[in-house]
């Protein structure tokens, strides 16, 4: 790929700080780079001033740099201050990932498709993908290698599903959706009758997921099916790898759920809701709109909306927490005394 | 599927309440819902009389009660008393699992099969499966596509392989077991010498992984093979998604774990053991039967048969954990206080 | 396999104890296993002198003892003095490991293979298996069925890709590394802007894992792509399964981290480091050498070289965590207590 440098400055609202330069109509870059590993024709961006030193000695050619940035020292590359060097920067990288997207189209074979399948124009089918029967994928959707899709599934338009996903019978997914590689959408519940001799019988699965629009669920991503009815998760809402998702559980919009967080069954969380790495909420609860959980906390009641934000398990307000904590840590000087 | 509603009264044994209806021998339902979703031809159940505006509001046709309630408002519905409503209603749920599954025969191609490889009977090879050298697998076993199976393998009937399994080498499989979707049976142990420079010497694995009769192991959850003998998961017990079972482990029977939990290498767990989510056990480490650790316990040391109950880490008796948390909270109000 | 005895004596420099045995030239075992399991022809080790009842009793006809060790009963097997038994009995278990290996050669119809791929002598590539383009693999490496090979990925040799193995396109992957079934390595990072109405702008992945020689990554485990640059992990590392380790984290040599542990983005980890199951390490921070976290401990703050041994959340000097978490337990007793 190649960016004229003059369009960038159009398109960024940008302004050039090395006068110095002749900028010529042809000047342009052609790849993305760091600033600490930038070779000519490269683009990075500064991040923040604290990294300066790696700015002034870069061999990129330009660099985005925030608007109110002065340069105490000369450098060697062509700086543009712009409102959101690093927004900015990640429009090119979108830019990259999309073009590498768009030239998946067409089959590898030999790649399975059953009956009664709908495909939109300008998908990918991966070789040794699966489609089962009854299926219903939009425009330019992307299905790479050994993806599986059960029966009676819809997808929306522009979804991509990575590499070894699988999708059950019944699933319904979004358009813009991203699947990474090894999720799992739609497995059976894990709830069971205890029988009179304690051995377990199984409550089979007969509903389903809903993935709504613009959700990302991550890598090797777990997401289970209602017993009976849905397990959803709203728009725009992203999970990251290895979450546990149990069965029923119903995830708000704008909701993003760190790696290899569990939410347990029937559990009912709100939107635009932040929760941390390694999180557990504990099932049939509710938490509202806009809670924040920080990393592995333990979720055993239902927090109604609000701006609250948890630590410990059980969680509680994280500024409590962390005052408690300080005054269990002193414990360890003060271990002879008789509290 | 049809189910006639003369025919699940006898079933059931159940008591029709509403005797306005003049219940005809070909009046019958034909699918499962919940009473929020309900439409006609539907048949839910009533959990519990909190659900019981639900249950006057259903467009459901048939809905199953407990023996005991007493509607005090009319329902467009027909209403069976039950014993168990939830547990009949999750019978039908398993008729029509079954009815699914039994659809699933035969071989889709392409199939990978090594040689020396029995299959019994009304068996199921998905698309891209792949089977080794010297595996026997019984009647009615259903392997999805994308599923791995290595040399040596033994599955008993009626076991479930869902997409994209995987079972090492020399694994033994028992009867009506269930893997979910990624779920890998027998995956090398994490298991080293430190070397005199520090560095780690493997410490391969040889022995294998047997699950018992009955067995079900969740999505993505991990199941290690043994250094040398085996690890063993007994009968009846449940595994839930992404849950890891080191090297060397053995479960007994009827034992449930819940997602995300960590049992660490050579620890011994009994029968009829509640796990929840998250928890964590360390290695070389004994619970006897009936032990209970409730969600994120972290578990240190042995503990005996009995009907104990844990929390925390390092766990220990939940009411005292309770009575303990409850104390550390209170450091929230008196951090000033030097303790 | 076989092994001479008189053999096996001269390599690990053994001592034979039981002078009555008349050993012929030709005298050899032919199979490894445990003391208790012990049958005619098999070796076994004595891993502690704790064990030696089942050293008396087992039916193994060769066991490989401490050579301090002294038999106070008979034993019916050979024993055989080594200074390490375990070790020696590793290197058999290498050797059957190796020759189960070297028999994996070749290609197993249908496989996916991209354009202008070159692939090394003597490797393997299972059915069902796909190598998309530009992509350089070494000697010796075996590609199990289902692995997702994408394109720019260079493989060094005598590296092992287990069953439904993915690797995403610019991986670049070392010599002798084991990859475990369903381990996806490079899958997109969790980075997002927050825009001005709470939504989550992605931020993509552009760049890619690097792992060095003689990596190991456990099953169903998860490595993303760096940002931009280098998601690495160093020579001789070995990750268990089911661990997240996030998008531009780097990770030194030969550093072990147990299963179901995650590492946040951008943290760096230094060399030697042991961290336990289900530990948490927050994001952008440093760990240096020789670090020690125990199971579970969550990690919030840097901590420098050194031979701290870490528990708790958040973690912090494990002797002390152990007194602090003693006084918190007799709380237990002491809750009515005004504290």
Redesign the interface.
């Known amino acids: 790929m190649q960016w004229n440098i003059q369009a960038l400055v159009k398109r960024f609202n940008g302004k050039l700080f090395n006068s110095g330069y002749e900028l010529l109509d042809d000047h342009h870059v052609d790849h993305?780079?760091?600033l600490t590993?930038g070779k000519p024709g490269g683009i990075g961006f500064l991040h923040h001033p604290k990294y300066s030193v790696e700015l002034y000695q870069t061999q990129a050619s330009l660099v985005l740099v925030p608007e109110d940035f002065r340069p105490t020292q000369p450098a060697a590359a062509i700086l543009m201050g712009v409102a959101h060097p690093?927004?900015c920067f990640?429009l090119l990288?979108?830019e990259?990932?999309h073009s590498?997207m768009d030239a998946k189209v067409g089959v590898?074979l030999?790649a399975?498709m059953g009956q009664q399948v709908v495909i939109g124009a300008n998908s990918y089918r991966?070789?040794?993908s699966?489609i089962g029967n009854h299926v219903v994928i939009g425009d330019n959707v992307k299905i790479?290698?050994?993806v599986?899709i059960?029966d009676h599934v819809t997808i929306g338009s522009d979804t991509l599903l990575?590499?070894?996903v699988?999708v059950?019978?019944y699933t319904v997914i979004g358009r813009r959706c991203?699947l990474?590689?090894?999720a799992?959408i739609g497995?059976?519940g894990?709830g069971?009758?205890t029988n009179a001799d304690?051995?377990?019988?199984?409550?089979?699965?007969?509903g389903n997921v809903v993935l709504a629009d613009?959700v990302?669920i991550?890598?090797?991503a777990?997401v289970?099916a209602a017993?009976?009815?849905q397990t959803s998760i709203g728009q725009?809402t992203?999970i990251?790898?290895?979450v546990?998702v149990?069965h029923n559980v119903e995830i708000g919009?704008?909701t993003?759920i760190?790696?290899?967080a569990?939410i347990?069954g029937s559990t009912k969380i709100g939107a635009?809701c932040r929760l941390g790495?390694?999180i557990?909420i504990?099932g049939h609860l509710e938490l509202g709109d806009q809670v924040t959980a920080l990393?592995?906390a333990?979720i055993?009641r239902s927090f109604k909306k609000g701006q609250v934000t948890l630590s410990g398990?059980?969680a509680?307000?994280h500024s409590?927490?962390l005052?408690?904590?300080?005054?269990?840590?002193?414990?360890?000087s003060?271990?002879r005394k008789d509290?």
Not at 198 to 206: A, E, L, V
């Open positions: 993305l780079c760091t590993a690093y927004r990640a990288m979108e990259i990932n590498r590898e030999p399975y991966g070789a040794f699966y790479y290698p050994q599986y059960g990575y590499s070894g699988k059950a019978d991203i990474y590689p090894g799992v497995s059976g894990f069971f009758f304690q051995s377990y019988q199984r409550i089979p699965s007969i613009d990302e991550g890598a090797n777990t289970d017993t009976i009815g725009g992203k990251d790898n290895l546990q149990a919009k704008h993003g760190a790696a290899q569990g347990a635009y790495g390694q557990g504990a990393g592995r333990g055993t398990t059980p509680f307000e409590k927490f005052a408690c904590y300080a005054q269990f840590k002193k414990f360890a003060s271990r509290i």
